[in-house]
């Protein structure tokens, strides 16, 4: 996804620059809720201890759960085919976690039986954005296009293992969660709604209902190792998001 960061870089830059041009303009609040979907970038791992060759596969790659945002900026404005730039800082969280759940198949290096066990664990993210759209107003509906940067935080915790029927109890400690620090991007669509909630003389319409879709790559994540006697460390790869939300803005 090169192509998507160097976009959202290019979105940014290219705001920045036009806002030299626009004089005229509001600041804003927005929230932000919706669905999202994430995919893991490694479905199948495997680590090499010497004794053994142990596979970790995900059932699936992709899990979902809700997320919500809040976000202010200012937005200056558009005129004629010249869209209005809005530069603002969103921050994004999620009340529940991506839930998975996989096997582990160790196949002992010298030969003999395999041992296989059902694994779970959870992931959280949460990030913080320099953002910037671009909004063409054609009447009250409003097309637009997004992106932002910043640092993203990704958590992976709860790991836990059953053995399935035929083999014996689990012998290792869990991985021990951790969190994932990285440089995350973000590149998006929609289309938003101009009203006013209660009559006013300003000029132009304060409230705002949008709905979107917004593409992110939340960087990769590591879990810590089990202990110092299975001294790897489980790796999930890169975290990528589909999200699909509602946003209500408010100009002032």
């Not at 790659?61 to 900026?73: E, I, P």
């Not at 021990?176 to 289309?191: D, E, I, K, R």
């Not at 917004?214 to 590591?222: C, K, T």
């Not at 589909?242 to 002032?252: E, P, Q, R, S, T």
């Amino acid at each position: 996804m090169a192509r998507a960061f160097k976009l959202s870089g290019l979105l940014i830059i290219t705001s920045l620059l036009s806002t030299a041009t626009l004089a005229e303009g509001h600041p804003y609040v927005g929230i932000t809720g919706g669905a999202t979907f994430a995919a893991v970038g490694t479905q199948n791992s495997t680590i090499a201890t010497g004794s053994s060759n142990d596979n970790y596969a995900t059932n699936s790659s992709a899990s979902g759960t809700s997320m919500f945002g809040v976000s202010g900026g200012y937005e200056f404005a558009g005129h004629g085919p010249i869209p209005a730039v809005a530069l603002g800082v969103g921050v994004y969280d999620m009340p529940s976690t991506y839930n998975y759940s996989g096997q582990l198949v160790q196949t002992p290096t010298g030969g003999g039986a395999q041992s296989f066990y059902n694994y779970n664990f959870t992931i959280n993210s949460a990030r913080i954005m320099a953002e910037a759209q671009f909004t063409w107003t054609a009447g009250n509906f409003s097309p637009f296009i997004n992106a932002g940067i910043g640092p993203s935080w990704i958590q992976l915790g709860s790991y836990t293992e059953n053995p399935t029927k035929g083999t014996g109890p689990v012998t290792l400690s869990a991985f021990q969660p951790h969190t994932n620090s990285n440089l995350a991007y973000q590149v998006g669509f929609g289309v938003e709604y101009a009203f006013n909630l209660f009559k006013n003389t300003r000029g132009f319409k304060q409230n705002r209902l949008g709905l979107g879709y917004r593409y992110v790559n939340l960087g990769g994540a590591v879990f810590e190792t089990r202990s110092s006697t299975y001294p790897y460390q489980l790796k999930t790869g890169k975290l990528q998001t589909n999200d699909v939300y509602l946003i209500y803005k408010h100009l002032f």
